[in-house]
């Protein structure tokens, strides 16, 4: 069993930043890619970013391109989203996810590839 928590999410301002952090336990975390996505309130869960095994490679969604950096640490088992220039539209929960097979190939941007789910962090952007 997989478990997933994240973690750093919380209140700022338009133009801020924030970093999250998923801690992955229960499996080998180096060998699949890892995922985040978003849900705002009515609206249907979607991608944000994904990063390869490795961390050679990653994929964004284009409402976050430049401003998002998604990251990998594999010795400490937790994978990052950095965002920064945070706008009142990136307000949502927050969800890591872990991809169901072991080293797969991005871009992985669909819910149905990710096998396990963290709770999820609230960030809200004030404007």
């Known amino acids: 069993q997989v478990q997933l928590v994240e973690s750093g999410g919380g209140l700022v301002q338009a133009g801020g930043s924030l970093r999250l952090s998923c801690a992955a336990s229960?499996?080998?975390?180096?060998?699949?890619?890892m995922g985040w996505f978003r849900q705002a309130p009515g609206k249907e869960r979607e991608f944000v970013a994904a990063?390869?095994?490795?961390?050679?490679?990653?994929y964004y969604a284009d409402p976050v391109k430049g401003r998002f950096t998604i990251s990998r640490d594999n010795a400490k088992n937790t994978v990052y989203l950095q965002m920064n220039s945070l706008k009142p539209e990136d307000t949502a929960v927050y969800y890591c996810?872990?991809?169901?097979?072991?080293?797969?190939?991005?871009?992985?941007?669909?819910?149905?590839?990710?096998?396990?789910w963290g709770q999820g962090t609230q960030v809200t952007v004030s404007s």
């Open positions: 996810a872990a991809d169901g097979v072991a080293g797969s190939v991005l871009p992985r941007p669909t819910l149905y590839e990710y096998d396990y």
């Open positions: 229960g499996r080998t975390f180096s060998s699949y890619a």
């Open positions: 990063i390869s095994w490795s961390g050679g490679s990653t």
